[in-house]
């Protein structure tokens, strides 16, 4: 008889290697993504937070906020937090200002989560429906 010798893989084999690469594809993806989430809404608020900083320095070289809004000590920082995927809101009037920021949904912050700071200090993240239309009003201070 003769000996038939087997060179390779079969169908089945491979397919079966195929569907374990790609349900452990599936794990990866999901939980890398949800950790790029979090490094971008870290990004967000570290932002926020130097407009924080930034407003005092204004505050202190020009004894009012009226032209915080178009300064690159706001402008610059906002673009970063476009950058990272948030969507900044600001408001200036002479004596507030008032920052806010959509936040990417993560374990952490779930839907509809912001991030605001203000004039006084305050830095808070919130969920809320409206997002920073109603955490960062005319009023130039954080809602909560």
């Known amino acids: 008889m003769k000996k038939i010798l087997s060179k390779g893989f079969t169908i089945i084999e491979l397919l079966v290697v195929v569907a374990i690469i790609a349900v452990l594809a ?8 949800g950790y ?6 870290s990004a967000i ?6 407009v924080l ?7 202190d ?24 995927g948030g969507t900044p809101a600001h408001t ?9 920021s959509t936040l990417k949904t993560t374990t952490a912050e779930p839907a509809g989560s912001t991030f605001c700071v203000d004039y006084t200090g305050y830095k808070k993240v ?19």
Do not use: H, M
């Not at 608020?45 to 130097?50: D, F, L, R």
């Not at 809320?128 to 954080?142: E, I, K, L, M, W």
């Open 92 to 100: 200036c009037t002479a004596t507030t200002w008032c920052g806010c």
């Open 126 to 144: 919130t969920q809320n429906a409206n997002g920073c239309t109603d955490r960062c009003p005319a009023s130039g201070v954080c809602v909560d």
């Open 53 to 59: 900083t930034n407003g005092a320095v204004y505050f």
């Open 36 to 41: 790029i989430n979090q490094g971008k809404n």
């Open 45 to 50: 608020k570290g932002n926020e937070a130097t």
């Open 61 to 84: 070289q020009n004894g009012n906020y009226t032209a915080f809004c178009a300064d690159p000590k706001l402008t610059g920082p906002e673009a970063a937090i476009l950058a990272a």
């Open 26 to 33: 599936a794990i990866v993806l999901v939980n890398v993504t």
